[in-house]
């Protein structure tokens, strides 16, 4: 260090001092003003690039966050619809057993008279069948019995025995 401050000239000192400051003032003018602005401008695309990074996360978390809301009113909607769905199908399936019974029930007492109907013809048929029969019957006896003069008198006869006179 000693042979450094022994050896030391001030003309080459000057001479530095003046070529570093012409460095200084040409990289100040024509280096460091490009270079400082593409820094800036470097930093300024990587905040953008950051911002829209966010915004973009805050856009994302709002569509998922509305994305859910939808597909929680969507099945919301499908269970209301699939009730009613289920009440409308009950009440159809009930109307319809109303409906079945009341027609069953119709047609069970149109099926009751049409009998009692067909019973009452019959029995009323069947009466006269029997009165015409016995009808022709007797008729045929007592053609029989009145052929026989004696038969007639024996019957008359009969017939005032058990009649009493007073």
Same mark, same amino acid.
Request: charged share 35%.
């Given at each position: 260090?000693? #042979?450094?401050?022994?050896?030391?000239?001030?003309?080459?000192?000057?001479?530095? &001092?003046? *070529? @570093? &400051? *012409?460095?200084?003032?040409?990289?100040? %003018?024509?280096?460091? %003003?490009?270079?400082?602005?593409? &820094?800036?401008? !470097?930093?300024?695309?990587?905040?953008?690039? &950051?911002?829209?990074?966010?915004?973009?996360?805050?856009?994302?978390? !709002? +569509?998922?966050?509305?994305?859910?809301? +939808?597909?929680?009113? #969507?099945?919301?909607?499908?269970? $209301? *619809?699939? /009730?009613?769905? %289920? =009440? +409308?199908?009950? /009440? *159809? $399936?009930?109307?319809?057993?109303?409906?079945? =019974?009341?027609?069953?029930?119709?047609?069970?007492?149109?099926? /009751?008279?049409?009998?009692?109907?067909?019973?009452? %013809?019959? @029995?009323?048929?069947?009466?006269? =069948? $029997?009165?015409?029969?016995? @009808?022709?019957?007797?008729?045929?006896? +007592?053609?029989?019995?009145?052929?026989?003069?004696?038969? =007639?008198?024996?019957?008359?006869?009969?017939?005032?025995?058990?009649?009493?006179?007073?």
């Amino acid at each position: 260090m000693d #042979a450094l401050i022994h050896d030391f000239s001030f003309g080459l000192f000057f001479w530095q &001092l003046i *070529i @570093l &400051l *012409i460095v200084i003032f040409l990289l100040g %003018k024509f280096a460091w %003003k490009p270079i400082v602005n593409a &820094l800036e401008e !470097r930093e300024k695309g990587i905040t953008d690039a &950051l911002a829209s990074a966010e915004k973009a996360k805050l856009e994302m978390a !709002r +569509l998922t966050n509305e994305n859910e809301n +939808l597909l929680k009113k #969507a099945r919301e909607e499908r269970d $209301v *619809i699939l /009730k009613e769905a %289920k =009440q +409308l199908k009950d /009440k *159809i $399936v009930a109307e319809a057993k109303e409906v079945a =019974q009341v027609e069953g029930s119709k047609l069970i007492e149109q099926a /009751k008279r049409e009998i009692e109907d067909q019973k009452l %013809k019959a @029995l009323a048929e069947v009466k006269n =069948q $029997v009165s015409t029969l016995s @009808l022709d019957i007797a008729r045929k006896v +007592l053609t029989k019995e009145f052929e026989d003069q004696g038969k =007639q008198e024996a019957l008359v006869a009969d017939l005032m025995k058990d009649v009493k006179l007073n």
